[in-house]
Nanobody
Framework: QVQLVESGGGLVQPGGSLRLSCAAS????????MGWYRQAPGKQRELVAS???????NYVDSVKGRFTISRDNAKNMVYLQMNSLKPEDTAVYYC???????????WGQGIQVTVSS
């Protein structure tokens, strides 16, 4: 059974930082591209950042230079370090695992990040 469990969300002031973590189980972690998505109220879910098993990364333009995705293949963990947070970063953030086969696409339950003064 595949499980992706997010942690580290919460309320932070503009300009602050948060670190999201995602613990994966039930998959061969090193074969999966791991990603973080987010969905704000009334908006579509969007890819924030992704990281291949070889640590090749990709970011949406709005977070470049502020967010950093990383993974620890030995611990089956993926992280999203979020700095210089803005109110527009407020959303539910989802951990995603995408495998080499099309149907291998798994989601965490989501975690709220709120940026507000």
């Amino acid at each position: 059974q595949v499980q992706l469990v997010e942690s580290g969300g919460g309320l932070v002031q503009p300009g602050g930082s948060l670190r999201l973590s995602c613990a994966a189980s039930g998959i061969i972690f090193s074969r999966y591209t791991m990603g973080w998505y987010r969905q704000a109220p009334g908006k579509q879910r969007e890819l924030v950042a992704s990281c291949t098993f070889g640590s090749s990364t990709n970011y949406v333009d709005s977070v470049k230079g502020r967010f950093t995705i990383s993974r620890d293949n030995a611990k089956n963990m993926v992280y999203l370090q979020m700095n210089s947070l803005k109110p527009e970063d407020t959303a539910v953030y989802y951990c995603n695992a995408r495998g080499p086969v099309m149907w291998q696409n798994y989601w965490g339950q989501g975690i709220q990040v709120t940026v507000s003064s």
